[in-house]
């Protein structure tokens, strides 16, 4: 990788709903960051799946897309990602040939193989199915990439189904994960892989794990070469002081995730009231190690960072916080760190 290669940012956004808020007010927010990040210079919109979590709002990905889409102009419009094992490989390359159709060149789909939520709701979505098993993910993800590109093979059971509208152009398909086993399953298949550093979950082999997928990439039709992006938690204000602010509302927030209590981002007053046990401490000193938070400067500079352990500059950008437009000016102030051309 150059020294010098440009950063090529993306948002991904969960949607989050702030204490007192509602998921209406946090799904508007959403098309308003991505009006905002459009102009500063980012190429992607993500948007992420979650269900039976009232702390984040975006449950159903693919209308959330085509909202965001309506509203802006260049940006790329993806998820990040869809659910795939809970639904039909056809009925997901059907929606997402619909958004193609109604944005061409401009949607990318993401898939996860994690439930985005707990077994009990996985269970609700799969009713009166059963829930499919971990080992059907990779079939799920051939048959949709057959039903989106129409090249399921002659000996397959659903030869001649066709996801429409048959016109549509082919979403860019990407996985997503932060274990080996999904940069593994891109790498068989061709595939771009987004992995998520902002999980925590083996974020130490993560530069191991995006090599895997490097090494053992197969050239395919939709993906010539190994395309690699790095989903990271990120928290930018002028001063280290106005970070701190805004970082411990999220810090609670979290150890209230943890506990059950979903009552969504509380604000900061609220938050530094909290007196954080040895154990609390403890436990976000290690999530910590997978989140910049810190002035421009230092964000540019950590970022630099994992571009070089990485090897890429391609980075999907997660910022939460309560205060939405402390969160827009996080974007921006990022967006300006890194030199995007349209950050001023």
């Given at each position: 990788?150059?020294?010098?290669?440009?950063?090529?940012?993306?948002?991904?956004?969960?949607a989050p709903v702030r204490k007192g808020g509602t998921g209406g007010e946090a799904l508007r927010e959403a098309i308003a960051l991505a009006v905002a990040t459009e102009k500063l210079g980012y190429q992607r919109y993500w948007v992420a799946e979650h269900h039976n979590l009232p702390s984040l709002a975006a449950t159903s990905p693919e209308i959330l897309i085509g909202q965001i889409?309506?509203?802006?102009?260049?940006?790329?419009?993806?998820?990040?990602?869809?659910?795939?094992?809970?639904?039909?490989?056809?009925?997901?390359?059907?929606?997402?040939?619909?958004?193609?159709?109604l944005f061409p060149g401009r949607i990318d789909l993401g898939l996860g193989r994690a439930p985005g939520g707990d077994q009990k709701t996985a269970a609700a979505l799969a009713y009166p199915a059963g829930m499919r098993d971990a080992r059907f993910y990779p079939e799920l993800v051939d048959d949709l990439a057959g039903f989106l590109s129409g090249s399921l093979a002659p000996d397959h059971p659903f030869h001649g189904v066709r996801a429409g509208p048959t016109e549509a152009s082919m979403p860019e398909l990407w996985l997503l994960g932060s274990a080996v086993g999904s940069a593994e399953l891109a790498a068989d298949r061709g595939l771009p892989f987004s992995y998520a550093h902002f999980f925590g979950a083996s974020v130490g082999q993560g530069p191991a794990i995006v090599e895997r997928y490097r090494k053992n990439f197969r050239p395919s039709k939709l993906c010539p070469e190994p395309k690699l992006n790095i989903a990271i938690s990120v928290l930018c204000a002028e001063s280290q002081e106005e970070v701190d602010h805004h970082a411990i509302?999220?810090?609670?927030?979290?150890?209230?995730?943890?506990?059950?209590?979903?009552?969504?981002?509380?604000?900061?007053?609220?938050?530094?009231?909290?007196?954080?046990?040895?154990?609390?401490?403890?436990?976000?000193?290690?999530?910590?190690?997978?989140?910049?938070?810190?002035?421009?400067?230092?964000?540019?500079?950590?970022?630099?960072?994992?571009?070089?352990?990485?090897?890429?500059?391609?980075?999907?950008?997660?910022?939460?916080?309560?205060d939405f437009g402390a969160r827009v000016r996080s974007y921006g102030l990022v967006a300006e760190a890194c030199g995007l051309v349209s950050a001023a």
């Open positions: 990788m150059p020294a010098e290669a440009p950063f090529q940012l993306s948002v991904v956004d969960q889409a309506a509203a802006t102009e260049r940006i790329r419009v993806g998820s990040g990602g869809v659910m795939l094992l809970h639904y039909s490989a056809l009925k997901v390359a059907e929606n997402f040939h619909m958004l193609a159709s509302s999220l810090k609670v927030s979290r150890l209230n995730m943890l506990r059950g209590i979903h009552s969504g981002i509380i604000p900061p007053e609220e938050a530094r009231a909290h007196v954080f046990s040895a154990e609390e401490t403890a436990f976000l000193e290690q999530q910590g190690m997978n989140a910049i938070q810190g002035p421009p400067g230092q964000v540019r500079r950590e970022l630099d960072g994992i571009a070089e352990r990485f090897g890429t500059r391609d980075f999907g950008i997660v910022t939460i916080c309560y």
